[in-house]
């Protein structure tokens, strides 16, 4: 049998889009939107600006995909802006314990642009790149989060690349290369958590699959068994250290996992490991009518990983926040919601939010749920009041918005409105969610004008 990077390389060569169950496309159709509409509302955020110039605008031509600033970039720099523009905000949707659409949608569209493919193509470049990610982390047993590593940037680059070697129908023997090559490009540390770098490891990553097949396409060579070597992608990023690395346990193929994990579309522009707590406190607050001045401590019981994740506890800019359960909790009271507003210099810095910071206390869960994220089984919140009475949340095991508590389609298009009109006139947004929720039948992606 051949080992997993051979293996690996021949489902994306092979991929049979007629064997994909209903579930899978539409985590794909869903997750394609949703990353669509969080790249746009992120376009103005002052790190797409700074990555954009170092790169290269070519002239203006239907020739170049076209970046989230309006300018035309050959398709890695493309992939490269855009990417950073999708995960600046933390806005974007969450699977596999970190977030395959903002590294996925913008490789897909920019090289999918050069090589005129279609909305159909692109589904399936989506959906090999999501497969490939899901299968190799189900032959790990650790978290990438606790050794340190982002998945979305360790995971995402042989994703990437999977999705672009689908777009240019390389060989299983091409595929194979580039998946090497992109394992050597493979990087990104949860310590960047909270600043400008986070959303650099998007764009980066989706910039690296496009280079890993365009160097495998000309002739460039990496090792066959990069994957699954005993010094390989596997071992060297494994929190474990003990990767299953026998190709009979890569059922890549054999099942669809986007089907069963789908994709997690984000209501809040935080860390996903806050949705469920402020989800519960949100609850709380109406329910209660709460106010700061009636708080006296707000309780979060949450997950290990999930901690570890959320490691600004006294966070003073709108970015430390987005990785804050202190703060998020805080914008839940006072603001009685958390969204794009909220996550500002300006309010995270504001007294009334400051001091609610200290009235959070967050305990941890050792226990794990088992699925594709690293999360406690169910989170807890509840709330002393400053007279002794407690009001209690029931646990929650899942945000609004996740594959296992869905968004419609009219919630789905709210959001993607919201985004969307932070930089397009209103009579274009509508149009282009219906064209992008229908994807499948564009014959050429270039007819796709994101900007």
């Keep these: 049998m051949d080992g997993i990077t051979r293996k690996a390389a021949e489902f994306v060569a092979g991929f049979d889009m007629a064997s994909a169950p209903a579930e899978a496309l539409h985590a794909a159709r869903i997750g394609i939107v949703d990353c669509v509409g969080v790249m746009l509302a992120g376009s103005r955020e002052p790190a797409v600006e700074l990555v954009a110039n170092i790169a290269t605008p070519l002239p203006g031509s239907n020739d170049a995909p076209r970046a989230v600033n309006g300018n035309c970039y050959a398709a890695p720099d493309a992939a490269l802006i855009n990417g950073v523009a999708a995960h600046v905000l933390d806005f974007d949707d969450v699977a596999l314990a970190g977030h395959p659409s903002t590294v996925l949608v913008p490789a897909i569209l ?73 394992a050597s490009f493979a990087a990104g540390l949860v310590a960047n958590f909270g600043s400008m770098t986070k959303s650099l490891h998007a764009g980066r990553t989706a910039q690296s699959g496009i280079q890993a097949v365009r160097l495998a396409k000309v002739g460039y060579t990496g090792s066959l068994d990069a994957v699954e070597h005993r010094s390989g992608f596997l071992r060297a990023f494994s929190p474990s250290s003990a990767p299953d690395l026998d190709p009979a346990a890569f059922r890549i193929g ?3 996992i986007s089907a069963r994990f789908g994709t997690n579309i984000k209501r809040y522009p935080t860390c996903y490991a806050t949705h469920r707590a402020i989800d519960a406190m949100l609850d709380l607050v109406e329910e209660h009518d709460l106010s700061a001045d009636d708080v006296g401590t707000i309780h979060v019981h949450t997950g290990v990983t999930q901690r570890l994740m959320l490691r600004n506890q006294q966070p003073q800019t709108g970015l430390a926040a987005k990785f804050s359960m202190e703060f998020a909790m805080a914008s839940a009271l006072i603001a009685r919601r958390v969204g794009l507003r909220e996550l ?54 899942n945000a609004r918005g996740s594959w296992q508590l869905q968004l419609s389609r009219e ?10 009109s932070i930089l397009l006139p209103q ?20 007819e796709l004008a994101l900007v």
């Design 344 to 397: 500002t210099d300006e309010f995270v810095s504001r007294e009334d939010v400051q001091s609610v910071l200290g009235r959070v206390e967050v305990t941890v869960n050792e226990d794990e749920a088992g699925t594709d994220m690293p999360f406690a089984p169910y989170d807890l919140v509840w709330v002393t009041l400053k007279d002794g009475s407690v009001h209690r949340h029931e646990p929650v095991e």
């Design 254 to 256: 054999e099942e669809w």
């Design 110 to 182: 920019a090289e999918g642009h050069e090589v005129r493919a279609s909305g159909q193509d692109a589904i399936e470049a989506y959906l090999v790149g999501y497969e490939l990610w899901a299968h190799l982390a189900e032959l790990e047993p650790g978290h990438l989060h606790d050794r340190g590593f982002h998945p979305t940037a360790v995971m995402g680059t042989l994703a990437t690349a999977a999705a672009a070697a689908r777009l240019h129908r390389l060989s299983p023997e091409a595929t194979a290369h580039a998946l090497a090559i992109a």
């Design 411 to 420: 919630e789905l298009q709210a959001k993607f409105t919201d985004c969307a």
């Design 427 to 446: 009579e274009r947004v509508q149009p282009l969610f219906e064209t992008l929720y229908r994807i499948d039948e564009i014959g050429d992606l270039r």
